[in-house]
């Protein structure tokens, strides 16, 4: 077979890059460019983790395959390992004959000549990180000056390659974060207010299209506002947190908690057992302390289809029940059709 002119396999290299595939296929891919485009008998790249500061391996051409698994983590300060210097220097370096042999980690093979080339890219502001190292090992003493010029932009697209896919991975991270922010509460985690509403929503169609019932609870801390007036917000937010615990803690998978108001929560149920699930909230709250005090709540509940038919008479109604609720006294339980 002949060999690949250099150009096309660079223009194939830049492709893979540029496609929507998975880094370590990538990497796998621009491996074996190495051994077409610059004359390498194995390359290996190395991912660099600046959190550890360590080397970990994650690609390889011309090697048997389960070769990459058996590769140890090389950590960056390591004085022996030329994939550990490459990185602290952040420039090429290569070793020839018996050097090239020992400093490779874990290989067994007699190679005579070992190129190691830092995977650097640019950021938005110019700062230039190492990404990882490209290890190219050669049966002679290393390759042509075509052969390291390929081995040169073959390690940029490598690390394109790379911090590609850290960018990919770090948007999609805040995006997941943006998405949370935008659906919970910051104070407590629980579901804010707009999700609530969404989830009853979808709760009522399930429920209106199987013919089941469905619990809305809602729940109001007993004396909040002396707490607040007496010791401060930040025991009042003690207290929040305290009670948002203890929901998410009593409720089941199935159900939806939420902070409702600035003192109020709500729970989404299927099924009938509204005043149960209260009963069962009200009394882990009264086995427990927040900022130096017992801590009880009043739960009003509304059941579907018996007090309403729609989410707002479904909220009017729980609303009602712990109106109902707060003037009987602490820790009462009103469920709406029993008022």
Known sequence: MDKPDSGFTLLEATRIVARGA?????????????????????????????LANILVPAAQA???????????????????????RVVRDRHQLSLTGPDAAAAFSGQDLEWRGLVGVPLVAADEVGSQDAEGVLLAAFENDGPTQAGENMLTALADLCAVAIRQARLEKALLEKADW????????????????????????????RATRQETQLSVLMFDIDGFAGINDAAGSPAGDEVLRHVAATLADQVRLVDTVARYGPDEFALLAPGGGGEIAGRRIRDALMQREAAGQPVSISVGA????????????????????????????????????NS
């Open 22 to 50: 998975i880094l370590d296929d990538k990497l796998d891919a621009l491996c074996g460019h190495v051994l077409t485009a610059a004359g390498a008998s194995a390359a290996v790249v190395y991912l660099f983790d600046p």
């Open 178 to 205: 943006i998405g949370r922010l935008a659906n919970t509460d910051p104070l407590t985690g629980l579901a804010n207010r707009a999700t609530f509403d969404r989830m009853l929503e979808l709760e009522l169609a």
């Open 62 to 84: 011309g090697l048997h395959a389960g070769f990459l698994a058996r590769l140890a983590e090389i950590p960056v300060d390591d004085p022996t390992e030329l994939a550990a």
């Open 302 to 337: 509304a059941v579907f289809p018996i007090d309403g038919a729609t989410s707002q008479e479904m909220l009017d109604s729980a609303g009602r029940a712990l109106t109902e609720a707060k003037r009987r006294g602490r820790g009462s339980i009103v469920v709406a059709s």
